[in-house]
C-alpha cells in the first residue's frame, strides 16, 4: 500500500469526519436557537396570561369569554391566568383553599359543607337566586346601575369558581354565565359604560363596610386606560356581541 494512498484516505477520511462533526455542531446549534425562541414564547404567554390580555381568553367559545371578560379585574389579580381557559382543569389546593370561602361566603352557603352536600345543594340554589346575588340589601339612594355592574361581575367571578372546585357541572355553569351576561348587555351600553359603573359599585360597596375579598382596588380611570389598551379583552370584544348558546 503506497504512502500516496494512506495519504489520500487519510484526507477523505478528515473531511468527512470534519462535514460529520459540521452538521452536528450545526444541528446543535439550530435546536439550542429552537429551544430558545420556545421558551421566549412560553414566558411571554405565561406573562400574558398573568396580566390578563385578550390572549388569555380561549375556552373556545366567544360567548363563554364574553360572559367571563364581565369579572376580568377580579379574575385575573386573584387567580392570574387559566380563568378564561379552554384547558380549565380545576384549581389546585392552594387555590382552591383561597377560594373556598370566599365562594361560599357569596352564596349564602355554610362554610363547614363538604363537598357532596355543596354538590348537591348548590344547583337549586343558583337557580333560584343567582340573579339576587349582591342586590338583596340595597340602600336608599344606592346607585342601582353600580350595585347592578358589581353583582354581574361577582357572580360571573364566583360561578366561575365554583365549577373550577367541582361543585357545579359545565352545563349549569354556562347557563347562568349567560344568562348573566345578557343581563349586562340590557343595562349597559358598553365596556366603558359597564367598567366605570362597575368602579362605582365596587367603591359603594365598601361604603357600607362590606369587605372586598377580591382585594382588587381600582377607578374609573383605569376602566379608561383598560378600554383603550390593544391587548385587553375589554378592548378587543365587541360589547353587542351576539350572546348564543
Given at each position: 500500500?503506497?504512502?500516496?494512498?494512506?495519504?489520500?484516505?487519510?484526507?477523505?477520511?478528515?473531511?468527512?469526519?470534519?462535514?460529520?462533526?459540521?452538521?452536528?455542531?450545526?444541528?446543535?446549534?439550530?435546536?439550542?436557537?429552537?429551544?430558545?425562541?420556545?421558551?421566549?414564547?412560553?414566558?411571554?404567554?405565561?406573562?400574558?396570561?398573568n396580566?390578563?390580555?385578550?390572549?388569555?381568553?380561549?375556552?373556545?367559545?366567544?360567548?363563554?369569554?364574553?360572559?367571563?371578560?364581565?369579572?376580568?379585574?377580579?379574575?385575573?389579580?386573584?387567580?392570574?391566568?387559566?380563568?378564561?381557559?379552554?384547558?380549565?382543569?380545576?384549581?389546585?389546593?392552594?387555590?382552591?383553599?383561597?377560594?373556598?370561602?370566599?365562594?361560599?361566603?357569596?352564596?349564602?352557603?355554610?362554610?363547614?359543607?363538604?363537598?357532596?352536600?355543596?354538590?348537591?345543594?348548590?344547583?337549586?340554589?343558583?337557580?333560584?337566586?343567582?340573579?339576587?346575588?349582591?342586590?338583596?340589601?340595597?340602600?336608599?339612594g344606592?346607585?342601582?346601575?353600580?350595585?347592578?355592574a358589581?353583582?354581574?361581575?361577582?357572580?360571573?367571578?364566583?360561578?366561575?369558581?365554583?365549577?373550577?372546585?367541582g361543585?357545579?357541572?359545565?352545563?349549569?355553569?354556562?347557563?347562568?354565565?349567560?344568562?348573566?351576561?345578557?343581563?349586562?348587555?340590557?343595562?349597559?351600553?358598553s365596556?366603558?359604560?359597564?367598567?366605570?359603573?362597575?368602579?362605582?359599585?365596587?367603591?359603594?360597596?365598601?361604603?357600607?363596610?362590606?369587605?372586598?375579598?377580591?382585594g382588587?382596588?381600582?377607578?374609573?380611570?383605569?376602566?379608561?386606560?383598560?378600554?383603550?389598551?390593544?391587548?385587553?379583552?375589554?378592548?378587543?370584544?365587541?360589547?353587542?356581541?351576539?350572546?348564543?348558546?
Amino acid at each position: 500500500m503506497s504512502s500516496r494512498f494512506l495519504l489520500t484516505t487519510a484526507l477523505q477520511f478528515a473531511l468527512i469526519y470534519g462535514a460529520m462533526r459540521l452538521h452536528w455542531l450545526l444541528g446543535c446549534l439550530v435546536m439550542l436557537v429552537v429551544i430558545a425562541f420556545q421558551r421566549k414564547r412560553s414566558r411571554a404567554a405565561e406573562a400574558a396570561r398573568n396580566r390578563g390580555d385578550i390572549s388569555s381568553y380561549s375556552t373556545g367559545s366567544k360567548t363563554l369569554d364574553w360572559a367571563l371578560a364581565l369579572a376580568h379585574p377580579m379574575a385575573y389579580h386573584s387567580i392570574q391566568g387559566g380563568f378564561a381557559d379552554k384547558e380549565l382543569a380545576g384549581a389546585d389546593q392552594t387555590l382552591a383553599s383561597q377560594l373556598r370561602p370566599m365562594v361560599l361566603h357569596h352564596l349564602g352557603m355554610r362554610t363547614d359543607l363538604d363537598d357532596a352536600s355543596i354538590r348537591r345543594q348548590l344547583p337549586a340554589l343558583l337557580r333560584q337566586r343567582w340573579f339576587m346575588q349582591d342586590l338583596q340589601r340595597l340602600s336608599p339612594g344606592d346607585d342601582l346601575h353600580a350595585a347592578m355592574a358589581f353583582a354581574c361581575a361577582r357572580v360571573a367571578f364566583y360561578v366561575r369558581c365554583a365549577h373550577m372546585l367541582g361543585w357545579l357541572d359545565q352545563a349549569l355553569e354556562h347557563q347562568v354565565l349567560l344568562l348573566n351576561a345578557r343581563r349586562a348587555q340590557e343595562c349597559f351600553d358598553s365596556w366603558l359604560t359597564y367598567g366605570q359603573a362597575l368602579a362605582r359599585g365596587r367603591a359603594q360597596w365598601l361604603a357600607h363596610g362590606r369587605a372586598d375579598t377580591l382585594g382588587m382596588g381600582f377607578g374609573e380611570d383605569e376602566v379608561n386606560q383598560w378600554v383603550g389598551q390593544k391587548s385587553h379583552p375589554w378592548h378587543v370584544m365587541r360589547w353587542e356581541l351576539r350572546l348564543e348558546e
